[in-house]
């Protein structure tokens, strides 16, 4: 069998799997009302810290009137708060609001004990091999 087309069967078999995984780990969302889009954005400014708008839209590889909606979704519902960005007063930079941290911590909560629950039912040397390829499956999602 050439390289070529192990490839191929490789990117098929883990494109299931990682799809099979992904929507199990949607169905464990403590909140359905919050989009997965705005469950992007409150993460990236709990990483990021307080962006504008131009910053998240480009941060989640949106159009800017995309990024409008979903900050005002999320400022509706007390996720996020706007306060004026200290390098130029004339733009607006949104913020985590201790809801938002409170909804991301729930939402990891539930869906990292779903997934622990699915781990230790395997060896553990079939963790240790999942436990090496995780950097792997991160540097492909970056790339």
């Known amino acids: 069998m050439s390289t070529k087309i192990a490839t191929l069967e490789l990117a098929s ?13 949607r169905a464990e969302r403590p909140d359905e009302n919050v ?11 709990e990483r990021c810290g307080p962006m504008n ?7 989640e590889r949106v159009q800017p009137p995309s990024m409008t909606r979903t900050t ?12 004026a960005d200290p390098a130029d007063k004339r733009h607006v930079v949104f913020e985590l609001s201790d809801a ?22 395997l060896t553990e040397h079939e963790r240790d091999l999942l436990h ?3 950097p792997l499956l991160d540097q492909l999602a970056s790339s």
């Open 53 to 59: 708008l131009a910053q998240l839209a480009g941060k």
């Open 72 to 83: 005002a979704a999320l400022e509706g519902r007390g996720l996020i708060t706007r306060g």
């Open 132 to 134: 090496a390829v995780a």
């Open 100 to 121: 938002g941290r409170l909804l991301l911590r729930e939402d990891r909560r539930r869906r990292e004990a779903w997934l622990a629950g699915q781990l230790e039912s």
């Open 13 to 25: 078999e883990l494109r299931v799997a990682l799809m099979r995984i992904t929507r199990r780990l």
């Open 35 to 45: 989009t997965l889009s705005q469950l992007a954005v409150l993460g990236s400014l």
